[in-house]
Nanobody
Framework: QVQLQESGPGLVKPSQMLSLTCTVS??????????WSWIRQPPGKGLEWMGA???????YYSPSFKSRTSISRDTSKNQFSLQLNSVTPDGTAVYYC??????????????????WGQGTLVTVSS
């Protein structure tokens, strides 16, 4: 059974960089043709897909986040990471890592994600 666990600081100051890591157990992040995403949910709002890194290292980003976001991976640790630059208080959200088939029709159909982490709350505040 594949399990995901997010880790990172719970508090980030405005204008700083938000960094989170997702550790995958019970499966490999290089499994064909899977992709691993970062998704967030601000308080009182819906889910927002931020971007993904596929089994072969290819990356995909939401236009809403592309200019400020980087997703990378460490295959030796079976982890993938999110870096979000220049965060603002609007970046306060529960951040999730999740996995699904890379070739599903839409990154924004959250029902297609097969496995999720429990989520981690990140607060952006001075």
């Amino acid at each position: 059974q594949v399990q995901l666990q997010e880790s990172g600081p719970g508090l980030v100051k405005p204008s700083q960089m938000l960094s989170l890591t997702c550790t995958v157990s019970g499966g490999s992040i290089t499994t064909s043709y899977y992709a691993w995403s970062w998704i967030r949910q601000p308080p009182g709002k819906g889910l927002e897909w931020m971007g993904a890194i596929a089994y072969d290292g290819s990356t995909y980003y939401s236009p809403s986040f592309k200019s400020r976001t980087s997703i990378s991976r460490d295959t030796s640790k079976n982890q993938f990471s999110l870096q979000l630059n220049s965060v603002t208080p609007d970046g306060t959200a529960v951040y999730y890592c999740a996995g699904r088939d890379q070739y599903c029709s839409s990154w924004y159909d959250f029902a297609l994600f097969e496995v999720w982490g429990q989520g981690t709350l990140v607060t952006v505040s001075s």
